[in-house]
């Protein structure tokens, strides 16, 4: 816990100094000469009275800590059940960010006015642990930790996918507050230092109310520059002094290991199995079907469990029905069940998401139809099977013998003749007299793994997006200008035009393009709404491809070997972008 811990830390401190927090840097600072100023108290000494304006010790002032307090508590909460508690309140994604705008601009008004601040903070002296003094500070805390926005790193991608999948353990709260302490450290600094000049400096209490006049301007002038968008065009302008920290943080082993899934308490003997091996070994007990919210392909939903497939040779499949890695792989899995299901082999199809998107029990039921999937799949909305089966990949394939241990493990696509084997051996291995027919792999009819070199997949929306290489950033929950580029790197990608981001997507607006080098024979775009995308790449003829529906991979190009190219995509408006995927 305590490394967990640490990483957190230091992805957050690496995040706290970062061109994203720019923003937040004016508010934190005159937030923090917002508090009462410190009465001194006169002597006598003979018969004048001596005012020890300049030797009196200030009070404590508790004001920095509790905004700080507030920002942690916030920033942690909406951060991982964010959407999960806008969607049992019923109210829109924007709610959170519009609510931390209201609470700015109220908090600059109570500033320049004081009655009206002494009526916003009114509400809060019933409470019995909330000192009189300053005591709106934690709530202004509050709302900032909705407008606080950082950088995106690898620490703060797996919270957010982990918040964005529900997939929320000890494990990631523990990184997720964390990670929020180190990108608030740098704000107590600037809230401090407003505090300590506003007990210290002579000119502030001087001119007190001036200086609270001008402070409260600039929160509101501020609330109305992040409303507008118009922060980012600082942000913008400045280089990413963080990235190469980000990138080295990123690499690190140890960071990758911690980051990875939690381990399932009945998971922990698979480690004996080495994924993609040949050789088939022993590595514990299957561990069961847990957290499922639905089955499909099962007589009245009832679930599968691993208890009941004793006897039979079993193979687990994990996957995401967009995920064109998955959907290459579903015609060998369909393959297999028709030739080896009669002789004692069982298929149970997993299905974790990826995307929010992916946890509707509509799309995965469509998507199994379409796929012509006929045997049993649970929904692992929440992948407390897939942390149980300490798995890390879409696809991914654990292959169970008779007596229920696992003996084999394959992350990801190909193999396909290795793992038929491997099923093959188990079957005879429960029934030395069962006659085999042919392997059935040559004969399937499937896209092909991408050659070495593949450009890997690419995502578009902002939790997981690594290789945007163009000008404009992602910011969520904003409309975003952005530049093509003009000399795209390779495995890179650049959007253009005005793009409304999300976490996990982004949503076209009436001049929207993307820009992707890559080096693949076919391209698979994962896109949602109503409407057209035109494909052009130098050279070939343009592509139109019509787009309909819940989110789906359209193939955008099918060329007869691995190439590099440069493809330039052109959307109308309304279609939901998530990822790019190669073959």
């Given at each position: 816990m305590l490394t967990l811990a640490f990483i957190g830390l230091v992805g957050g401190l690496i995040t706290g100094v970062s061109p994203c927090v720019l923003p937040m840097l004016p508010i934190i600072f005159f937030a923090g000469t917002a508090g009462k100023p410190t009465p001194q108290q006169p002597r006598a000494d003979g018969d004048v009275l001596v005012e020890e304006v300049e030797i009196a010790k200030p009070r404590r002032d508790f004001r920095p800590l509790k905004i700080i307090a507030g920002i942690v508590v916030s920033f942690s909460i909406f951060t991982l059940a964010g959407s999960v508690i806008l969607s049992a309140l019923g109210l829109p994604d924007s709610f959170l960010r519009w609510g931390g705008l209201t609470v700015l601009t109220l908090v600059g008004l109570g500033l320049i006015f004081p009655a009206l601040g002494h009526w916003i903070e009114k509400p809060f002296y019933r409470l019995p642990k909330i000192n009189r003094n300053d005591n709106g500070a934690f709530v202004l805390g509050l709302g900032l930790g909705t407008l606080y926005v950082p950088c995106a790193g690898p620490v703060l991608a797996?919270?957010?996918?982990?918040?964005?999948?529900?997939?929320?353990?000890?494990?990631?709260?523990?990184?997720?507050?964390?990670?929020?302490?180190?990108?608030?450290?740098?704000?107590?600094?600037?809230?401090?230092?407003?505090?300590?000049?506003?007990?210290?400096?002579?000119?502030?209490?001087?001119?007190?109310?001036?200086?609270?006049?001008?402070?409260?301007?600039?929160?509101?002038?501020?609330?109305?520059?992040?409303?507008?968008?118009?922060?980012?065009?600082?942000?913008?302008?400045?280089?990413?002094?963080?990235?190469?920290?980000?990138?080295?943080?990123?690499?690190?082993?140890?960071?990758?290991?911690?980051?990875?899934?939690?381990?399932?308490?009945?998971?922990?003997?698979?480690?004996?199995?080495?994924?993609?091996?040949?050789?088939?070994?022993?590595?514990?007990?299957?561990?069961?079907?847990?957290?499922?919210?639905?089955?499909?392909?099962?007589?009245?939903?009832?679930?599968?469990?691993?208890?009941e497939l004793k006897g039979k040779v079993v193979l687990v499949d994990f996957w995401a029905y967009s995920c064109i890695n998955c959907q290459r792989a579903t015609p060998h899995l369909l393959a297999w069940a028709k030739a080896y299901q009669p002789l004692g082999l069982q298929i149970v199809g997993i299905h974790s998401p990826e995307f929010a998107f992916e946890k509707s029990a509509g799309n995965v039921e469509a998507a199994i139809r379409k796929e012509g999937i006929t045997y049993p799949v649970g929904q692992d909305n929440n992948l407390a099977t897939w942390t149980e089966y300490r798995n890390q990949y879409w696809p991914a394939k654990y292959l169970i013998d008779a007596d229920g241990a696992v003996r084999a493990i394959k992350f990801g696509e190909g193999s396909y003749?290795?793992?038929?084997?491997?099923?093959?051996?188990?079957?005879?291995?429960?029934?030395?007299?069962?006659?085999?027919?042919?392997?059935?792999?040559?004969?399937?009819?499937?896209?092909?793994?991408?050659?070495?070199?593949?450009?890997?997949?690419?995502?578009?929306?902002?939790?997981?997006?690594?290789?945007?290489?163009?000008?404009?950033?992602?910011?969520?929950?904003?409309?975003?200008?952005?530049?093509?580029?003009?000399?795209?790197?390779?495995?890179?990608?650049?959007?253009?035009?005005?793009?409304?981001?999300?976490?996990?997507?982004?949503?076209?607006?009436?001049?929207?393009?993307?820009?992707?080098?890559?080096?693949?024979?076919?391209?698979?775009?994962?896109?949602?709404?109503?409407?057209?995308?035109?494909?052009?790449?130098?050279?070939?003829?343009?592509?139109?491809?019509?787009?309909?529906?819940?989110?789906?991979?359209?193939?955008?190009?099918?060329?007869?070997?691995?190439?590099?190219?440069?493809?330039?995509?052109?959307?109308?408006?309304?279609?939901?972008?998530?990822?790019?995927?190669?073959?």
């Open positions: 797996a919270i957010t996918v982990a918040g964005a999948t529900g997939n929320v353990g000890w494990r990631t709260v523990v990184l997720t507050v964390s990670f929020a302490i180190g990108a608030a450290l740098p704000l107590l600094i600037f809230a401090s230092a407003g505090s300590r000049i506003s007990q210290r400096v002579k000119a502030y209490r001087d001119h007190q109310r001036a200086f609270r006049i001008g402070g409260g301007i600039v929160m509101i002038l501020l609330a109305i520059a992040l409303a507008f968008n118009i922060t980012d065009v600082i942000q913008r302008s400045l280089p990413s002094y963080t990235s190469g920290l980000e990138k080295k943080v990123a690499e690190n082993k140890t960071v990758q290991g911690v980051l990875a899934p939690a381990l399932g308490k009945g998971g922990q003997e698979l480690a004996k199995c080495t994924p993609g091996a040949a050789e088939l070994a022993t590595c514990g007990a299957a561990p069961e079907f847990t957290g499922t919210q639905k089955w499909f392909n099962t007589p009245g939903g009832k679930p599968v469990t691993i208890a003749a290795q793992v038929e084997n491997q099923i093959r051996q188990l079957l005879k291995d429960a029934d030395p007299n069962v006659q085999l027919p042919a392997p059935v792999d040559g004969t399937v009819q499937a896209d092909t793994v991408g050659a070495a070199g593949t450009t890997p997949e690419t995502y578009l929306g902002y939790s997981r997006s690594t290789n945007l290489q163009g000008a404009g950033k992602l910011t969520p929950n904003k409309t975003v200008a952005f530049g093509l580029n003009s000399a795209q790197p390779d495995d890179t990608f650049s959007l253009g035009g005005s793009w409304q981001v999300g976490t996990q997507s982004v949503t076209s607006t009436k001049t929207s393009q993307s820009r992707l080098n890559f080096n693949a024979a076919k391209v698979f775009h994962v896109l949602s709404g109503e409407g057209t995308v035109k494909v052009s790449i130098p050279g070939l003829p343009d592509k139109t491809v019509k787009v309909s529906g819940t989110p789906n991979a359209y193939q955008l190009a099918d060329l007869p070997s691995q190439q590099r190219h440069t493809m330039t995509v052109t959307y109308t408006p309304g279609l939901s972008a998530f990822t790019y995927s190669f073959g």
